[in-house]
């Protein structure tokens, strides 16, 4: 049998994911990113599941893309790897998604936390792009999603020298949401899964998706799709739900529709 190289559970409404190649600090390679995949379709596909929390050890969340898989590799044969497409899976996924983050978070594992909606982060959590100290850049949006997180003068310090980013520094650079103690930092994760878990479905996956477009877009494009999305959701059950039970002083009962 193959090794459980991502374990998934249910907790409820979220959907755990569970990185766990511990020997190797859960090195991101192809049969743990076909595991990590194949639980996002599954969680993307389960109607029950409103939200998807990614994590990893308590020593690292994960120390990179596998190095002892790509050393040998050209330039053609990185280009043509099939398995770079899911990479944009998690940016895209439709429901909200939490990366609980300890140890380290370096090349593909920073890039992994920094593709998810929100980051909780226990003390010992280290940020960070080596990338260059290996001949490379970050490859899986580090550059990009960091330049956007930070601002140009950090974004370039940490690509460049590769040091990395504490959890405190992290946090008060807005890289991440939210920081507590290694014991408790994946309870807090998933009570926070919790309550984005109780949102309205729809609105939760129109918020992303306008917040995302934002990011790409100028203001005034972005601005019309905030509308258009806004308005979209006049056709849900849950807008009115929402709305009447505000005006009923009672709490919505939320359906996903
Ligand atoms: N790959 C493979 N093995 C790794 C690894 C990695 N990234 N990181 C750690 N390991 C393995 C070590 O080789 C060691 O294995 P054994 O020697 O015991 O067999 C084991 O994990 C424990 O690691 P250490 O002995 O090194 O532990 P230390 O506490 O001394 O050091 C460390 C921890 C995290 C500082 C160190 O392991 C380290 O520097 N690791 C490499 C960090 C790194 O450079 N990461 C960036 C990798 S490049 C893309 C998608 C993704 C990417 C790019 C493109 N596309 C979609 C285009 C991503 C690229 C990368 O992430």
């Known amino acids: 049998m193959a090794a459980e190289l991502v374990k998934s559970e249910r907790r409820g409404p979220v959907g755990l994911l569970t990185l766990n190649r511990p020997q190797a600090l859960n090195a991101l390679n192809h049969p743990l990113m076909d595991q990590l995949e194949a639980g996002l379709d599954r969680f993307a ?8 929390v990614i994590t990893g050890g308590e020593r690292a969340f994960a120390a990179g893309a596998d190095i002892k898989e790509m050393d040998r590799l050209s330039a053609a044969q990185m280009a043509a790897d099939s398995h770079l497409s899911r990479w944009d899976k998690l940016g895209d996924f439709p429901k909200p998604t939490l990366a609980a983050v300890s140890g380290f978070a370096l090349g593909g594992g920073c890039e992994l936390a920094l593709a998810c909606d929100l980051i909780v982060a226990s003390e010992s959590a280290q940020f960070g792009q080596p990338e260059l100290a290996l001949g490379v850049i970050p490859g899986a949006g580090g550059t990009v999603r960091l330049a956007r997180a930070l601002g140009k003068a950090r974004a370039m310090e940490l690509v460049l020298t590769g040091r990395r980013l504490g959890a405190r520094e992290a946090l008060s650079q807005g890289l991440v949401n939210a920081v507590f ?12 899964a919790e309550r984005l878990a109780s949102l309205p479905a729809l609105a939760a996956a ?5 917040v995302a477009y934002a990011l790409d877009h100028g203001l005034e494009e972005s601005l019309r799709r905030e509308r258009a999305l806004f308005a979209s ?7 009115k739900e929402g709305m009447k039970a505000f005006i009923e002083k009672r709490k919505p009962a939320f359906t996903g529709t």
Not at 206 to 210: H, L, N, R, V, W
Request: contains cysteine.
């Open 45 to 52: 596909a389960e109607a029950a599941v409103r939200c998807v």
């Open 181 to 192: 103690p290694v014991e408790s930092y994946l309870r807090e994760a998933l009570a926070l």
């Open 206 to 210: 129109a918020a992303k998706k306008s």
């Open 233 to 239: 959701l006049f056709d849900t059950r849950d807008q």
